[in-house]
């Protein structure tokens, strides 16, 4: 079955530490991948999303990540993390020729920041 | 920027009673969709709904969910009779018409409370 997997539930990072969010997904056929952010008690806002091509791609606020087929991996990254970067990071996935394009998520990282 | 719109915010209802939780997708988009998240855990796909008609449904679409675009604007979740563990944030998302293939743009969220 297809899986979205984030294997840390909770970072804590200095405020300007770099970031890195991990995601692995499960699946044989091509992805498309995006993250999103979701601050306390709001919506998902997109980050950043893969569809084809570069397979570095870079998002709103700073963030970047990198696609790597061969690990079936898309980590978020950002060189400098800031306090209002504090919130709940989600990776999703969907499939090419998958129905009607439903995402599937995973459970999520949750991002504090230190001052 | 045109965004989906979701009303109510919250809403809090008594275990057994029926709720409709309407959603305004963006104009042109041709893609519908309803995903929830119970307090703590990921976001879960619940349905999609594309001409008029549900396209794919997740084993948590049980017979007590119905999905309706009553007038070509609002996009309506009824849940019949809920339990307490209808409990979540549910999620209306809209894409335009690529299939299979797209960015989904997420509304803020209904907070669903079941006493």
């Known amino acids: 079955a297809q899986s979205v997997t984030q294997p840390d539930i909770h970072i804590t990072v200095s405020e300007g530490a770099s970031l890195e969010l991990r995601c692995n997904y499960s699946?044989?056929?091509?992805?498309?991948l995006f993250w999103y952010v979701q601050s306390p008690g709001q919506g998902l806002q997109l980050l950043l999303k893969?569809?084809?091509?570069?397979?570095l791609v870079q998002g709103i606020k700073g963030f970047e990540a990198e696609f790597k087929r061969s690990q079936s991996s898309f980590n978020l990254r950002k060189p400098s993390v800031h306090w209002s970067d504090a919130a709940e990071y989600f990776c999703a996935v969907g499939f090419y020729g998958g129905s009607q394009g439903n995402l599937i998520f995973g459970k999520g990282t949750k991002l504090s920041v230190k001052p | 920027e045109p965004e989906v719109t979701q009303t109510p915010s919250h809403q809090v209802t008594q275990m057994g009673q029926e709720v409709i939780l309407r959603c305004v997708p963006i104009?042109?988009?041709?893609?519908f969709y309803w995903y929830r998240q119970i307090l703590g855990q990921k976001v879960e796909f619940l349905v999609s709904?594309?001409?008029?008609?549900?396209?794919?449904k997740s084993e948590i679409f049980d017979d007590q969910f119905s999905v309706e675009r009553p007038d070509g604007s609002n996009f309506t979740l009824k849940i019949r009779s809920t339990k307490l563990e209808d409990s979540a944030m549910y999620f209306c998302a809209s894409r335009p018409g690529l299939a299979g293939v797209g960015e989904q743009f997420f509304g803020p969220g209904t907070r669903l409370t079941v006493l």
């Open positions: 709904f594309y001409n008029n008609e549900i396209s794919e």
């Open positions: 893969y569809f084809s091509g570069d397979t």
């Open positions: 699946y044989g056929a091509t992805p498309y």
């Open positions: 104009s042109n988009h041709l893609y």
